[in-house]
């Protein structure tokens, strides 16, 4: 049930009342608390685009101003700057601009305080990545992202903020990239090409989801590692469903689809399990994630095995069907979770 602030306050101290009185259980409030939804009135949903506008053109900026050299250099002769110097006033930029930002951080919204925070990390890298390059250690982006990786993950606990956490998954991911790469033989680490090596780093990342989730102190941003471990994990298992584990385009072009049939059938069993936990656990992600793998991993097969025998006009009218049985599903299923249930409230 979507409701506005005043009416949830309304509604919450009504339910608590009926606990306290007996009249609902304890387990009945919790879901009759856990079924109101805040109502965005319009004016919220659009001071949201402009947020993530604001968010985009911070970006942009940034890529602008401190991935363009020339500019850069321009700034460091003009002003007789080395490096060092550079990475040390946007050390002390950062550092002021998160204690103004966290100070005021009860006046303003949840969308501009992570925005805030955006610009704050953009500067910390900004200054690591000057400080590895006056110390020479630029070259690879190993180093700077071995360094960068714990000082973003300690201000995002220490900030609490979810766009941090984001920059820190997705640079954890990065720095695995880059050091695998570093590390590895004939294209293989540790025997792992891209796909499976990538596959085990997202079995680490919902291990990592798993502990945050029982730390309270960092379960904030536990939706946000096991969103990005699900999407990780399948994403690897779909890539050794085609490549296997072979370390070359070459060395994979020379043998037939069948002889990685095996992970296929592992890719569709990893989604079929997924789906039955989403299912019997009430996670709407892993369900979701279940059924949008396993349709991926049939129709990639489609495409290996009968694209040149089975007529397009065919498969594409399988291909509606499935998907249009499927959104009939889930919105069917999204219907029923948002309607309350109400339970009786007897008079004692």
């Known amino acids: 049930m979507e409701v506005d602030k005043q009416e949830r306050i309304v509604l919450e101290k009504a339910i608590d009342e009926w606990a306290e009185t007996g009249k609902l259980s304890h387990e009945q409030a919790g879901n009759l608390k856990a079924s109101l939804e805040n109502k965005h009135t319009d004016k919220q949903q659009i001071a949201q685009y402009f947020f993530f506008i604001a968010l985009f053109c911070t970006l942009m900026a940034f890529g602008a101003i401190f991935l363009n050299e020339k500019l850069l250099e321009k700034i460091k002769l003009y002003f007789s700057w080395n490096d060092l110097v550079i990475a040390a006033i ?44 006056e110390f020479g250690i630029d070259e690879t982006y190993t180093a700077f992202l071995s360094i960068s990786l714990p000082i973003l993950a300690l201000l995002t606990f220490v900030l609490r903020s979810k766009a941090l956490w984001i920059g820190a998954l997705i ?77 070359t385009l070459v060395g994979w072009q020379q043998v037939r689809q069948i002889h990685v049939l095996a992970y296929s059938v592992i890719f569709a069993l990893g989604s079929i399990v997924t789906f039955y936990l989403g299912v019997r656990y009430k996670d709407e992600l892993a369900r979701d994630m279940g059924v949008l793998f396993l349709l991926i991993n049939l129709y990639t097969r489609y495409f290996e095995y009968f694209w040149d025998t089975m007529n397009k006009g065919i498969f594409f009218s399988i291909l ?8 009939t599903w889930l919105e069917r299923n999204n219907r029923k979770r948002k309607k309350p249930v109400i339970p009786a409230v007897q008079d004692q």
């Open 90 to 133: 946007t050390a002390v930029l950062s550092v002021l601009w998160f204690w103004y930002v966290s100070k005021k951080r009860d006046r303003i919204s949840p969308g501009a305080y992570e925005v805030h925070m955006v610009l704050g990390g953009l500067a910390v890298l900004t200054s690591l990545l000057y400080f590895c390059k």
């Open 171 to 247: 640079m954890s991911v990065t720095w695995f990239g880059s050091y695998s790469t570093w590390q590895s033989t004939n294209n293989l680490f540790l025997g792992m090409n891209y796909p499976m090596r990538y596959t085990v780093f997202a079995l680490l990342m919902l291990a990592v989801a798993f502990i945050q989730q029982k730390v309270s102190l960092i379960s904030f941003g536990q939706r946000i590692t096991y969103t990005a471990g699900l999407l990780l994990l399948f994403s690897g298992l779909w890539g050794i469903s085609i490549f296997g584990n072979y370390n």
């Open 320 to 327: 509606a069907v499935t998907f249009g049985l499927v959104g």
